[in-house]
């Protein structure tokens, strides 16, 4: 299984990115896809992540501004982000876990892709 995340880049605060992460590879029929972030000097944290049946979750930082979704037969997850603001700049690492369960099966990672908020 791999990973291709895409659609970081440069935003002012308050505008919107779109990030798209495809896999490859046979990942099964439930699973769990979904973004982490890791900035400046920081350790990577759960961004939020969906179930192949639809169960969302989210970081309390980025309810209501970030929503996740996927296009199963694409096997592609996509984080619409918006009303970004400068503490949101970071790598963002798209990922599968090969059960609904973020804590079991095998996890795979696609390579980062840096959004950056600022004026």
């Known amino acids: 299984v791999q990973l291709q995340a895409s659609g970081g880049g440069l935003a002012q605060p308050g505008g919107s990115l779109r990030l798209a992460c495809v896999a490859s590879?046979?990942?099964?029929?439930?699973?769990?896809m979904g973004w982490y972030r890791q900035g400046p000097g920081e350790e990577r944290s759960m961004v939020a992540d969906?179930?192949?049946?639809?169960?969302?979750a989210y970081a309390e930082s980025v309810k209501g501004r970030f929503i996740i979704s996927r296009d199963i037969a694409k096997k592609t997850v996509y984080l619409q982000m918006t009303n970004l603001k400068p503490e949101d700049t970071a790598v963002y690492y798209c990922?599968?876990?090969?059960?609904?369960?973020?804590?079991?099966?095998?996890?795979?990672w696609g390579q980062g892709t840096l959004v950056t908020v600022s004026s």
């Open positions: 990922y599968l876990q090969t059960t609904p369960w973020r804590y079991k099966g095998r996890r795979y």
């Open positions: 590879g046979s990942i099964g029929s439930s699973n769990l």
């Open positions: 969906l179930t192949s049946s639809g169960t969302p």
